[in-house]
């Protein structure tokens, strides 16, 4: 099946600072997306993203899908932002899998 | 649209007691899927559904665990003589699949505690 490996494991920021998270597929996929898992546990979908770029608010992701990678950006972050990022994809009848995810603490 | 449900969202059972876990998807929503998650790991996938017919299983899935979802709509996952091992939360998530991005939407979770 398809691996997805995601980096950093963890990442720490002060409150306003910028970063990047990356996912890396093992295959071609059609499907790919990113979630936030906040501290009660719930998985919040930010982008459904096979390919392209998209933006929401000071998040956005660009997926090339001929190299196998995926990218989430999070600009100016707040406290709010903390918790653990998944990324998730696959291929044909879509069966999610994910990667272990970037868990993000955002200081004050 | 109300988002998926889950419920109990807590369940503290010991050891041997069968459990069972139910979710609502999203109305109108044809995929229903199940995922465990143990602390520090991605999400892993149990089963899905495309309405009634139960389409793909994981290996995760032993016999002691059963999942249904019979007209189509709500879903149980159901485990039979618990084990400390399947201390989880376990986790629904629903989907319109078709040429509509197959976006999956995950509900908030239940959380099972065997002792």
């Known amino acids: 099946g398809i691996q997805v490996e995601q980096s950093p494991p963890d990442l720490i920021l002060q409150e306003g600072a910028n970063s990047t998270l990356r996912c890396n597929f093992s295959?071609?996929?059609?499907?790919l997306q990113w979630f936030h898992q906040n501290p009660w546990g719930q998985l919040i979908n930010l982008f459904y993203i096979p390919s392209g770029t998209k933006q929401n608010g000071r998040l956005s992701a660009t997926t090339v899908a001929t190299e196998r990678y995926s990218l989430l950006y999070i600009s100016s972050s707040q406290t709010t932002d903390s918790g653990v990022y998944f990324c998730?994809?696959?291929?044909?009848?879509?069966?999610?899998?994910f990667g272990r995810g970037t868990s993000l603490i955002v200081h004050p | 649209d109300t988002g998926v449900s889950q419920n109990p969202r807590h369940k503290i059972t010991k050891r041997g007691q069968n459990v069972t876990f139910r979710c609502d998807p999203i109305?109108?929503?044809?995929?229903l899927y199940w995922y465990r998650q143990t602390l520090g790991q991605g999400p892993e996938f149990l089963t899905y559904?495309?309405?009634?017919?139960?389409?793909?299983k994981s290996r995760l899935l032993s016999d002691r665990f059963s999942a249904e979802r019979p007209k189509g709509s709500f879903s149980t996952l159901e485990i039979q003589r618990t084990e400390q091992g399947d201390s989880a939360m376990y986790l629904c998530?629903?989907?319109?699949?078709?040429?509509?991005?197959?976006?999956?939407?995950f509900g908030e979770g239940s959380w099972l505690t065997v002792v």
């Open positions: 559904f495309q309405n009634e017919a139960q389409l793909e």
């Open positions: 109305s109108e929503h044809n995929r």
């Open positions: 295959d071609s996929v059609n499907n």
């Open positions: 998730a994809s696959g291929r044909g009848s879509y069966i999610p899998t």
């Open positions: 998530a629903s989907s319109l699949a078709g040429n509509f991005g197959n976006t999956i939407y």
